[in-house]
């Protein structure tokens, strides 16, 4: 049974210039999990992950981690708190306030009053991990969007920290680097660190999370991912695109040119594999020589 | 004629903001090897304070030139060429000063050198008004001089990393780091904000036009300013930050380092007895 990491009772929250952020929102988190909030541009998805990490009060409701009502006020557990929960925010330029990107990943460690030591040691790793070494001794605002974001995610994962709340981490960085990301952030997971995702990519959803909620100000819908992403007019109803292979397989499906079995896929890897299968089958309908399920398949290929 | 000075003003605001970045930041001077560049910040900062407190009380021109001269030969041992040096230092601030000095040797009374006659107006001008322009102006000049050698030759890190080594309150040093970091960030939205502006200019708009437009562009970059302010608030306050600023010090204070200062410093005394005329100086040189 895995403990309740964060829950969150009926949270709101409003700007101070009345746009309303979020309404009632409610869920928990557990030890171990890995949550993507998935959501449109305006949903409410940064201003959570704010509130989850104390940076913000709900107008409303309340937010608890291990427990713990979380007071941004009460400056002891927020301390203990900040060792346990790393955020990365959307925006680099944010997180990046120092002189140099060595400056800005200790940053973090020093301020956790760790031994000078232990503060190198995790500088240098958190430097090797993201392969940004070069970087370490150049002044933030001399790097290409890219390098920023790396720096920027390498001054959170230094603090090394049970659980990360990452605000869209992917966006401007290159194939090469997400997939370095995505490999590192599963490594993450395994060694039994919990993540909190928010995003609109819906591509890396599947390859990350194991739950999504599906945030538009409040929770559309909170379920696995295969859960939220089999049902593409939910996903439509949130302004979001489900995944293009999801699409193709759910009209598939509604025409009866699937086979019984297949799985609507949320990768292109699933894909594949539901295709071989499909035709796998096919071959065996052929050589019976009695007309199949795909015939239909057949014909249009045909036209 | 409108049009050009449009163009003018226009194109001089990119031009300024293309090369804030290229002059503000630059610090491949600081990457060299030379001999300022491998002296201890701290001790820079001693040593050019020294200078420019000696500077200010120094009145004859003869010492003011001494530390010019010090200065130049400072930046030549440090590897930076005197073309650049003399270029950074004299064009712009010095010579704006002239301009506030200008009036001395016509206001300050005193002997008479010359007369100008303009009109049926005779000018007058003092010795004592002359020797106070240019000594103001080679005390500012001296004064930029060394300021410039100092940052020319030192990173900014390693520079923020010495004045909170030397105790100058975290807050000053926390409040000149980030200015400096997001000079940069707002120059680059600035000017992203105007190319922004330029594409979406079918001709040219009226100097009324533009100065509207300006000024709402630098009330937008002021709301961002604020805005993202908070943000990195926010940022430092989530890994850790609650009102001190923690730093990793690796600098230490060596011999040359403390020789270095030793022989600086010791260099301002013979200074300051020319000036109090404990030392004597051919009469010309007196002044």
Same mark, same amino acid.
Request: aromatic share 8%.
């Given at each position: 049974? $895995?403990?309740?990491?964060?829950?969150? $009772?009926?949270?709101?929250?409003?700007?101070?210039?009345?746009?309303?952020?979020?309404?009632?929102?409610?869920?928990?988190?557990?030890?171990?999990?890995?949550?993507?909030?998935?959501?449109?541009?305006?949903?409410?998805?940064?201003?959570?992950?704010?509130?989850?990490?104390?940076?913000?009060?709900?107008?409303?409701?309340?937010?608890?981690?291990?427990?713990? !009502?979380?007071? #941004?006020?009460?400056?002891? &557990?927020?301390?203990?708190?900040?060792?346990?929960?790393?955020?990365?925010?959307?925006?680099?330029?944010?997180?990046?306030?120092?002189?140099?990107?060595?400056?800005?990943?200790?940053?973090?460690?020093?301020?956790?009053?760790?031994?000078?030591?232990?503060? %190198?040691?995790?500088?240098?790793?958190?430097?090797?991990?993201?392969?940004?070494?070069?970087?370490?001794?150049?002044?933030?605002?001399?790097?290409?969007?890219?390098?920023?974001?790396?720096?920027? %995610?390498?001054?959170?994962?230094?603090?090394?920290?049970?659980?990360?709340?990452?605000?869209?981490?992917?966006?401007?960085?290159?194939?090469?680097?997400?997939?370095?990301?995505?490999?590192?952030?599963?490594?993450?997971?395994?060694?039994?660190?919990?993540? %909190?995702?928010?995003?609109?990519?819906?591509?890396?959803? #599947?390859?990350?999370?194991?739950?999504?909620?599906?945030?538009?100000?409040?929770?559309?819908?909170?379920?696995?991912?295969?859960?939220? &992403?089999?049902?593409?007019?939910?996903?439509?109803?949130?302004?979001?695109?489900?995944?293009?292979?999801?699409?193709?397989?759910?009209?598939?499906?509604?025409?009866?040119?699937?086979?019984?079995?297949?799985?609507?896929?949320?990768?292109?890897?699933?894909?594949?594999?539901?295709?071989? !299968?499909?035709?796998?089958? !096919?071959?065996?309908?052929?050589?019976?020589?009695?007309?199949?399920?795909?015939?239909?398949?057949?014909?249009?290929?045909?036209? | 004629?409108? +049009?050009?000075?449009?163009? +003018?003003?226009?194109?001089?605001?990119?031009?300024?903001?293309? @090369?804030?970045?290229?002059?503000?930041?630059?610090?491949?001077?600081?990457?060299?090897?030379?001999?300022?560049?491998?002296?201890?910040?701290?001790? @820079?900062?001693?040593?050019?304070?020294?200078?420019?407190?000696?500077?200010?009380?120094? @009145?004859?021109?003869?010492?003011?030139?001494?530390?010019?001269?010090?200065?130049?030969?400072?930046?030549?041992?440090?590897?930076?060429?005197?073309?650049?040096?003399?270029?950074?230092?004299?064009?712009?601030?010095?010579?704006?000063?002239?301009?506030?000095?200008?009036?001395?040797?016509?206001?300050?009374?005193?002997?008479?050198?010359?007369?100008?006659?303009?009109?049926?107006?005779?000018?007058?001008?003092?010795?004592?008004?002359?020797?106070?322009?240019?000594?103001?102006?080679?005390?500012? /000049?001296?004064?930029?001089?060394?300021?410039?050698?100092?940052?020319?030759?030192?990173? /900014?890190?390693?520079?923020?990393?010495?004045?909170?080594?030397?105790?100058?309150?975290?807050?000053?040093?926390?409040?000149?780091? +980030?200015?400096?970091?997001?000079?940069?960030?707002?120059?680059? +939205?600035?000017? @992203?904000?105007?190319?922004?502006?330029?594409?979406?200019?079918?001709?040219?708009?009226?100097?009324?036009?533009?100065?509207?437009?300006?000024?709402?562009?630098?009330?937008?970059?002021?709301?961002?300013?604020?805005?993202?302010?908070?943000?990195?608030?926010?940022?430092?306050?989530?890994?850790?930050?609650?009102?001190?600023?923690?730093?990793?010090?690796?600098?230490?204070?060596?011999?040359?380092?403390?020789?270095?200062?030793?022989?600086?410093?010791?260099?301002?005394?013979?200074?300051?007895?020319?000036?109090?005329?404990?030392?004597?100086?051919?009469?010309?040189?007196?002044?």
């Amino acid at each position: 049974m $895995r403990s309740t990491l964060f829950e969150l $009772r009926g949270v709101s929250y409003t700007y101070t210039n009345g746009t309303v952020a979020l309404e009632n929102v409610t869920f928990k988190i557990f030890e171990g999990e890995n949550v993507a909030i998935l959501g449109p541009n305006g949903g409410g998805k940064s201003t959570l992950l704010m509130i989850m990490d104390g940076l913000l009060e709900p107008t409303e409701g309340e937010v608890y981690f291990r427990g713990r !009502k979380v007071d #941004p006020k009460d400056e002891k &557990f927020m301390f203990e708190m900040r060792k346990r929960v790393g955020m990365v925010f959307q925006d680099p330029d944010v997180a990046l306030f120092s002189s140099t990107v060595w400056e800005d990943i200790i940053f973090g460690p020093l301020h956790m009053r760790l031994p000078r030591e232990e503060v %190198i040691r995790r500088g240098e790793w958190a430097l090797r991990t993201l392969g940004i070494e070069h970087l370490k001794d150049r002044p933030p605002f001399q790097l290409s969007e890219g390098e920023k974001k790396k720096a920027a %995610i390498a001054s959170v994962l230094s603090i090394d920290p049970e659980v990360l709340l990452l605000d869209e981490p992917f966006i401007n960085l290159d194939l090469r680097s997400q997939e370095r990301l995505l490999a590192l952030l599963r490594e993450m997971s395994r060694s039994g660190k919990t993540l %909190i995702l928010a995003t609109h990519d819906v591509n890396i959803v #599947p390859l990350l999370a194991d739950r999504v909620i599906l945030l538009n100000k409040t929770v559309i819908a909170d379920g696995s991912v295969r859960e939220i &992403f089999s049902r593409p007019e939910l996903l439509k109803s949130a302004n979001i695109r489900p995944p293009l292979v999801a699409v193709l397989f759910t009209e598939l499906m509604k025409r009866n040119l699937v086979g019984d079995g297949v799985r609507v896929p949320l990768t292109v890897e699933e894909a594949v594999s539901a295709i071989v !299968k499909m035709f796998d089958s !096919k071959d065996k309908i052929t050589k019976r020589s009695s007309p199949g399920r795909f015939s239909g398949l057949q014909d249009d290929s045909e036209h | 004629m409108a +049009m050009g000075l449009r163009r +003018m003003v226009h194109l001089s605001v990119r031009e300024v903001l293309q @090369k804030f970045r290229d002059v503000m930041f630059q610090d491949r001077i600081a990457r060299r090897e030379g001999l300022l560049q491998s002296i201890d910040p701290r001790a @820079k900062i001693v040593v050019i304070v020294a200078l420019i407190f000696t500077a200010v009380f120094l @009145k004859k021109i003869v010492t003011l030139v001494a530390i010019l001269f010090l200065a130049v030969l400072l930046a030549m041992l440090s590897k930076i060429s005197l073309r650049f040096f003399l270029l950074r230092t004299f064009v712009f601030i010095p010579l704006f000063s002239a301009v506030i000095a200008i009036p001395l040797p016509f206001i300050v009374g005193g002997e008479t050198i010359t007369s100008i006659a303009l009109g049926g107006i005779l000018i007058r001008v003092s010795r004592e008004g002359l020797l106070q322009m240019v000594q103001f102006i080679l005390r500012v /000049w001296v004064c930029v001089s060394l300021s410039v050698l100092l940052v020319l030759t030192t990173t /900014w890190p390693k520079l923020m990393h010495a004045l909170a080594r030397m105790r100058v309150p975290r807050v000053f040093v926390l409040i000149a780091d +980030m200015t400096y970091r997001y000079l940069f960030y707002f120059a680059d +939205m600035l000017y @992203k904000m105007l190319l922004a502006r330029e594409s979406r200019l079918t001709g040219p708009i009226g100097m009324m036009d533009t100065m509207k437009t300006g000024a709402s562009a630098v009330g937008a970059l002021l709301v961002r300013a604020y805005e993202h302010g908070e943000r990195v608030y926010l940022a430092m306050k989530s890994r850790g930050f609650c009102g001190s600023i923690e730093i990793l010090d690796n600098l230490t204070l060596r011999p040359r380092d403390i020789t270095f200062m030793m022989l600086l410093i010791l260099s301002i005394i013979p200074l300051i007895l020319v000036e109090v005329h404990a030392l004597p100086l051919p009469s010309h040189l007196l002044i």
